[in-house]
């Protein structure tokens, strides 16, 4: 951060990020890389989780990485309260609805298009593997099979958080529009708006209202992504009053390993994490924004994070494919678990790394080479542009 930046941003009250965030000089504003190593940090709570549910720990060392890893389908939520966040921050004055869906397809869709290309193979050569219907593939490619429960898990099972992300994106210039007009005090009223929505759905759910889960449903998970916006828009209007970095971690902590004890996880599951997450984040952009010390934006923990999309995507194809030689559940011991676990983290962070730097990123200049935009170029949230769930 230059240091003409950092006078605009400093204010009587930095901690708390009291005053109104202002561009540089270039007209951006600032980078948020904590943000970008969060975001790794949730990617690997997912991959915990999935370890957990492929037995590959038995006995003492399997029910410790139960306790470790078995709430992780809440980084999922982080991922939807961190786009909110993201996609506020680096929103455009007067940006096209159009533009900005064409960026998001280009963000998101060349790496999904691949792993649907890779989970179909794997469905026709691998045994045991589930093949989709026409009808399945189709909705998946589109990124539209989340809204049919039955259809949420076919082909790459993690892509049913970017059919969320879709609805999200879809509703974004509406939502930003009316977070611009509502001012600090009516966008708190809607960031609370937010969280009863989601305890009603939460209320819902475990009391079997529905006559299915709601955990993947597009429109369900939509205030974690409202209460994201409602932060940043709060950020950058200089009214954000949040405990600081270190608070907000403990809490997103606690959370975390409450879900568990209050609940069997699923959608009830984000209500022990909503407080934590939604001030973590925040929390970490008000730190990068006025200098204050951060673990999570380290130069390595950056450079993960750039890759956690990729990973998040291609993980659990990884482990899918590791069946045929493992089988399921194999239950191993401490050391051969590690071991087994360690080798297949290894072979998806590579994969990762050639998804992100043969895919991900030249589709993404190819898409938008010709797209010159109007206003001043997009912020960077991260250290080199903004994220999508593993990413967004």
Same mark, same amino acid.
């Given at each position: 951060?230059t240091t003409?930046?950092?006078?605009a941003?400093?204010?009587?009250?930095?901690?708390?990020?009291?005053?109104?965030?202002?561009?540089?000089?270039?007209?951006?504003?600032?980078?948020?890389?904590?943000?970008?190593?969060?975001?790794?940090? *949730?990617?690997?709570?997912?991959?915990?989780?999935?370890?957990?549910?492929?037995?590959?720990?038995g006995?003492?060392?399997?029910r410790?990485?139960?306790?470790?890893?078995?709430?992780?389908?809440?980084?999922?939520?982080?991922?939807?309260v961190?786009?909110?966040?993201?996609?506020?921050?680096?929103?455009?004055? +007067?940006?096209?609805?159009?533009?900005?869906?064409?960026?998001?397809?280009?963000?998101?869709?060349?790496?999904?298009?691949?792993?649907?290309?890779?989970?179909?193979?794997?469905?026709?050569?691998?045994?045991?593997?589930?093949r989709?219907?026409?009808?399945?593939?189709?909705?998946?490619?589109?990124?539209?099979?989340?809204?049919?429960?039955?259809?949420?898990?076919?082909?790459?099972?993690?892509?049913?958080?970017?059919a969320?992300e879709?609805?999200?994106?879809?509703?974004?210039?509406?939502?930003?529009?009316?977070l611009? +007009?509502?001012?600090?005090?009516?966008?708190? *009223?809607?960031?609370?708006?937010?969280?009863v929505?989601?305890?009603?759905?939460?209320?819902?759910?475990?009391?079997?209202?529905?006559?299915?889960?709601?955990?993947?449903?597009?429109?369900?998970?939509?205030?974690?992504?409202?209460?994201?916006?409602?932060?940043?828009?709060?950020?950058?209007?200089?009214?954000?009053?949040?405990?600081?970095?270190?608070?907000?971690?403990?809490?997103?902590?606690i959370?975390?390993?409450?879900?568990?004890?209050?609940?069997?996880?699923?959608?009830?599951?984000?209500?022990?994490?909503?407080?934590?997450?939604?001030?973590?984040?925040?929390?970490?952009?008000?730190?990068?924004?006025?200098?204050?010390?951060?673990?999570?934006?380290?130069? +390595?923990?950056?450079?993960?994070?750039?890759?956690?999309?990729?990973f998040?995507?291609?993980?659990?194809?990884?482990?899918?494919?590791?069946?045929?030689?493992?089988?399921?559940?194999?239950?191993?011991?401490?050391?051969?678990?590690?071991?087994?676990?360690? *080798?297949?983290?290894?072979?998806?962070?590579?994969?990762?790394?050639?998804?992100?730097e043969?895919?991900?990123?030249?589709?993404?200049?190819?898409?938008?080479? +010709?797209?010159?935009?109007?206003?001043?170029?997009?912020?960077?949230?991260?250290?080199?542009?903004?994220?999508?769930?593993?990413?967004?």
């Amino acid at each position: 951060m230059t240091t003409a930046t950092t006078r605009a941003l400093r204010t009587p009250s930095a901690r708390t990020g009291a005053a109104t965030v202002g561009p540089s000089p270039s007209g951006a504003l600032p980078s948020l890389p904590s943000l970008t190593g969060l975001r790794w940090m *949730a990617a690997l709570l997912v991959f915990g989780l999935h370890v957990t549910n492929f037995g590959y720990f038995g006995g003492r060392s399997g029910r410790l990485v139960s306790w470790a890893f078995s709430p992780g389908a809440t980084g999922v939520s982080f991922f939807f309260v961190l786009s909110g966040f993201v996609l506020t921050w680096s929103a455009r004055p +007067r940006d096209r609805a159009l533009a900005f869906w064409w960026r998001r397809v280009a963000r998101i869709y060349p790496v999904h298009l691949v792993t649907v290309v890779i989970a179909s193979v794997m469905a026709y050569t691998l045994a045991h593997q589930p093949r989709p219907t026409p009808g399945q593939a189709l909705a998946n490619a589109l990124l539209l099979h989340s809204w049919w429960h039955p259809w949420w898990q076919t082909l790459n099972p993690v892509s049913w958080s970017l059919a969320c992300e879709a609805f999200f994106y879809a509703c974004f210039p509406l939502l930003i529009l009316l977070l611009r +007009r509502l001012g600090a005090r009516g966008s708190t *009223a809607l960031g609370a708006l937010a969280v009863v929505a989601l305890l009603v759905l939460a209320h819902a759910d475990l009391h079997h209202w529905w006559s299915q889960s709601i955990y993947s449903f597009p429109a369900a998970r939509l205030p974690e992504f409202v209460l994201g916006a409602v932060a940043a828009r709060l950020v950058l209007l200089g009214r954000w009053r949040g405990p600081g970095l270190e608070a907000s971690l403990a809490l997103a902590v606690i959370g975390y390993f409450l879900v568990p004890q209050a609940t069997h996880g699923g959608y009830p599951g984000t209500v022990c994490t909503i407080a934590g997450f939604a001030l973590l984040i925040p929390a970490a952009a008000v730190a990068d924004l006025h200098g204050l010390p951060s673990l999570w934006r380290r130069r +390595r923990l950056v450079r993960l994070g750039e890759l956690s999309f990729a990973f998040y995507m291609i993980h659990l194809l990884v482990l899918r494919t590791a069946t045929s030689l493992l089988g399921t559940k194999p239950h191993y011991g401490l050391l051969t678990g590690a071991a087994v676990t360690t *080798a297949l983290f290894a072979v998806s962070l590579a994969l990762a790394w050639v998804l992100y730097e043969a895919v991900e990123r030249p589709a993404r200049r190819l898409l938008l080479r +010709r797209r010159r935009p109007a206003v001043s170029p997009e912020p960077v949230p991260g250290s080199r542009e903004a994220p999508a769930p593993g990413r967004d």
